[in-house]
């Protein structure tokens, strides 16, 4: 295509705001292959992986393998992604106050049901319920394992939480707790008891509006 018309310099002429999400991409990807232009590259991967949101939720193996990326390309986009969703929390932490569990799914959901893996997130509150953080401490099986629980409490502790709430997904998009759940959650109150910081929940996700569980609200765990 002309020079002038490349996804690098529309951007340096317009700003990014003007650029479609393939030509956005296009310039994270930065190169074709053989037998694509790199905004070739960049359709095709929206239209398989189902737009943004599902490009999103795609772990680092799933990327890798598309043709035309490999891990380093790879790892580009999953760290531009990564810079958006902590902006986003960053910028709603400041504004919302997250009381209810129905909150939590509004922060989490829109990522964590496009999510092919099980992933344990942390949300670490301040007296006022501000969002201060919210890493992801695992990826995979959540269980009752006693280092899921230590490593829920360290991160809290560090960065100084008044309360903190959990919330994983379930990939299979049926967000019924699992028994594994249940006891995690048993574990984590009463770990927070004796550390004197309150779990306000532990939200389980799944796919679609209306599709997660709120186990404070089944008191399950939280007896």
């Known amino acids: 295509m002309p020079e002038a018309e ?23 990807i930065r190169t074709g292959s053989a037998r694509e232009d790199v905004l070739a590259v960049a359709q095709r991967m929206l239209v398989e992986r189902g737009g943004l949101r599902g490009l999103a939720g795609s772990d680092l193996a799933t990327l890798a393998g598309m043709h035309g990326l490999g891990p380093a390309k790879a790892t580009t986009i999953a760290a531009a992604f990564e810079l958006g969703r902590r902006a986003a929390l960053e910028a709603g932490g400041t504004q919302v106050a997250v009381t209810s569990p129905a909150e939590i799914v509004r ?52 960065r100084g939480a008044a309360k903190v709430a959990v919330a994983h997904n ?49 008191r399950l765990g939280f007896e």
């Open 107 to 158: 922060l989490l959901q829109p990522e964590m049901e496009l999510l092919q893996q099980e992933e344990l997130r942390l949300l670490i509150l301040d007296t006022k319920h501000h969002v201060v953080a919210a890493p992801m401490l695992y990826r995979g099986t959540v269980s009752a394992a006693p280092g899921r629980v230590a490593e829920v409490f360290r991160e809290a502790v560090r």
């Open 6 to 28: 490349r996804p690098r310099e529309r951007l340096l002429r317009l700003g990014p705001g003007a650029l479609k999400a393939d030509e956005l991409l296009a310039i994270l």
């Open 170 to 218: 379930h990939p299979s998009g049926d967000p019924t707790p699992s028994r594994d759940d249940i006891a995690f959650t048993r574990e984590l109150v009463q770990a927070g008891r004796l550390m004197e910081v309150e779990v306000l929940d532990h939200v389980v996700i799944g796919q679609g509006p209306g599709r997660w569980v709120s186990l404070r609200e089944r």
